[in-house]
């Protein structure tokens, strides 16, 4: 199945994508652990993970004692997410249409430039009050640029903003591959496509709260 809808659209259900998202996890920890930061996450929490893909970011509230719950537009993706992730909940469903809340958080770890365009409003009508977002993205080579829906720090600063979400900051992670990613051509190049190489590579954080 082909989800397009941007310039970088592709099969979510190819199993070659998906051992490369394998692969990249540990690289990806300090990420996610500055998402769940972000919201300030709190043990019996609600929590959303939008776009949750292989369910890495859902898994690690869970593990901070988060109420999780992860979804993704492929059924299968949340299937797989199931499996390697028991202890939490996974559905699949378009980030557009999101479960009912209200959500204590909503995170989404490298979707949101993949979402269809009414996302933040949809997910804004679910937040509780004083419920909080936050997004990881990686900034186009060219921060004043758009690359293959990679967007820099002030389309998503501004996005939010006008759709109403309070506060919106932007906070930067830096990245660094390791064990057998280091060695894999493919992500090596899609890396050093986004940025300006693979040891020194830095995610955008983008986070608000809801009035
Ligand atoms: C780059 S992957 C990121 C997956 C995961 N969040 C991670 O960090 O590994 C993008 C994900 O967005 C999902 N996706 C694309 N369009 C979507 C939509 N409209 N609603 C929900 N998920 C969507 C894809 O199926 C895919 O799992």
């Given at each position: 199945?082909?989800?397009?809808?941007?310039?970088?659209?592709?099969?979510?259900?190819?199993?070659?994508?998906?051992?490369?998202?394998?692969l990249?996890?540990?690289?990806l920890?300090?990420?996610?652990?500055?998402?769940?930061d972000?919201?300030?996450?709190?043990?019996?929490?609600?929590?959303?993970?939008?776009a949750?893909?292989?369910?890495?970011?859902?898994?690690?509230?869970?593990?901070?004692?988060?109420?999780?719950?992860?979804?993704?537009?492929?059924?299968?993706?949340?299937?797989?997410?199931?499996?390697?992730?028991?202890?939490?909940?996974?559905?699949?469903?378009?980030?557009?249409?999101?479960?009912a809340?209200?959500?204590?958080?909503?995170v989404?770890?490298?979707?949101?430039?993949?979402?269809?365009?009414?996302?933040?409003?949809?997910?804004?009508?679910?937040?509780?009050?004083?419920?909080?977002?936050?997004?990881?993205?990686?900034?186009?080579?060219?921060?004043?640029?758009?690359?293959?829906?990679?967007?820099?720090?002030?389309h998503?600063?501004?996005?939010l903003?006008e759709?109403?979400?309070?506060?919106?900051?932007?906070?930067?992670?830096?990245?660094?591959?390791?064990?057998?990613?280091?060695?894999?051509?493919?992500?090596?190049e899609?890396?050093?496509?986004?940025?300006?190489?693979l040891?020194?590579?830095?995610?955008?954080?983008?986070?608000?709260?809801?009035?």
């Amino acid at each position: 199945m082909t989800h397009k809808g941007h310039p970088g659209h592709r099969d979510w259900d190819d199993e070659t994508t998906w051992a490369k998202e394998r692969l990249l996890e540990p690289a990806l920890v300090p990420v996610t652990e500055a998402l769940l930061d972000a919201v300030r996450i709190r043990p019996g929490e609600r929590l959303l993970d939008l776009a949750c893909g292989l369910g890495q970011t859902a898994a690690a509230a869970t593990a901070r004692g988060a109420d999780a719950l992860g979804i993704d537009l492929s059924r299968n993706r949340t299937a797989a997410a199931r499996e390697r992730f028991p202890g939490t909940r996974f559905e699949a469903a378009d980030a557009s249409t999101p479960p009912a809340g209200p959500w204590d958080a909503v995170v989404c770890r490298f979707g949101a430039h993949h979402l269809p365009e009414g996302w933040a409003q949809a997910i804004h009508a679910v937040l509780a009050s004083g419920g909080r977002l936050a997004i990881a993205e990686w900034p186009p080579k060219d921060e004043r640029d758009e690359q293959n829906g990679m967007r820099p720090a002030g389309h998503w600063q501004t996005k939010l903003g006008e759709t109403g979400y309070q506060e919106v900051r932007v906070d930067r992670v830096p990245t660094r591959l390791a064990g057998p990613a280091r060695q894999d051509p493919e992500i090596k190049e899609k890396l050093t496509d986004f940025g300006p190489g693979l040891e020194d590579r830095e995610c955008l954080i983008i986070s608000a709260w809801k009035r």
